[in-house]
Every structure is written in C-alpha cells, then in structure tokens.
C-alpha cells in the first residue's frame, strides 16, 4: 500500500517530466518561428534595395537642389490691450472670458430642476419622520390595528 505522500511525490514526477516536453516542444517552434523571422527579414532586405538601373532613372529625375531664401524673423504685433499692459508694466495673466469654463443657462436651469426635486423629497421624509415620531409618542403604533365596524367607521369618518 502507498502513501499519500508517495503518491503525491509520483504526480509531481510526472507533473515535472509533462512540463519538461512542453517546454522543450516550445523551444523547438521557437527556432522555427526564429529561422522564418531571420528569412523573411533577408527578403525584405533584398526588396528594399533599389536596382541599379532604377537607381540611374531615379538620379536623371531629381532636380537640382537649391536652397530656398532665408525667410525674414516674425515678429508678433501685440493687441492694444497687450500693448496697454505690457507698457503699464503689470500683464493680465487671467484667463479671457472666452475661455473661461462656466455652466450654461441649460446646466443651471437643469440643476435648478434637480435641486428642487431633492429639496422636495427631503421635505417629504422630513414630514414623515416627524409624523412617525408622533405617533411613537403617542403610543399609536404599540395599539392594534382596527378591524371589522370600528375599521368601517374610521373609513367612513376620514
């Protein structure tokens, strides 16, 4: 009879010897995939050199390179504005109001909507909690519930 410790040493051996086969038959593709990349990058080599008789069209072709005429420096007229602040000494590094980001009147007719909502169902549970609060004191909700006439009367009564 084995042990538990024998036979889980036997799996392992095994478990070893089944990885082992794996690796080297992955060792194996990756020399194929290895002399198909070297091949295939020989090819591309040779593909991209240009034949010599297309090299001689290609230099018949070609113009003549001259270089263009230095373009004169730019120079930035400032605005008025600009003008005004850099002369006062002090420039307006805010953002223009065209930039700036801000809610439109959608957006803040929206959250109006939203906020009032809550503000209705806050007052809502405020006014049941308070209710509930009553009635505890009261002792209303330790009583049982009326049933049969005296149920009907109340109905009746409002």
């Known amino acids: ?21 794996q690796r080297e038959q992955a060792f194996a593709r990756l020399a194929i995939i290895s002399q198909k990349l070297r091949h295939e990058r020989q090819r591309l080599a040779y593909y991209e050199k240009p034949s010599i008789r297309l090299a001689r069209e290609i230099q018949k072709d070609e113009p003549e390179f001259t270089p263009l005429p230095k373009a004169p420096a730019w120079v930035p007229i400032p605005s008025a504005r600009l003008r005004e602040q850099l002369l006062d000494g002090e420039p307006d590094l805010s953002i223009p109001e065209f930039l700036k980001r801000g809610p439109t009147p959608k957006d803040v007719e929206a959250r109006a909507e939203i906020e009032a909502a809550q503000a209705e169902r806050k007052a809502v549970k405020t006014k049941a909690r308070i209710a509930k609060l009553k009635a505890q004191q009261a002792g209303e909700t330790r009583r049982m519930p009326l049933t049969g006439r005296d149920a009907l009367k109340r109905i009746r009564e409002g």
């Open 1 to 21: 009879m084995t042990t538990l410790r024998e036979k889980r040493h036997r799996q392992c051996l095994i478990t070893i010897a089944r990885l082992l086969d």
